[in-house]
């Protein structure tokens, strides 16, 4: 299980899942008074993915999922 939660993405990817993650929230702010439902799973959405940022990890790469960029 030590090997699943290590640190897995660099610099660059840790910046886009923090605007990812921002961006998720703004949503879900917005679509607050819209959507209660729709607006409680962007903001987990946008808190997991600040969480991946100040972490360093990501859950698809954890499983094995790389991708080229």
């Known amino acids: ?3 699943f ?3 897995n ?3 660059r990817g ?11 929230i703004v949503g879900a702010s917005l679509l607050f ?3 209660r439902v729709a607006s409680l799973v962007l903001g987990a959405a946008g808190g997991f993915a600040l969480f991946e940022a100040v972490r360093g990890w990501c ?9 080229r960029m």
């Open 1 to 3: 299980m030590r090997k």
């Open 5 to 7: 939660s290590v640190p």
């Open 14 to 24: 840790r910046v886009a899942r923090a605007i990812w993650g921002v961006l998720l």
């Open 33 to 35: 008074s819209h959507s």
């Open 59 to 67: 859950v698809v790469r954890a499983c094995g999922i790389k991708t």
């Open 9 to 11: 993405i660099t610099g």
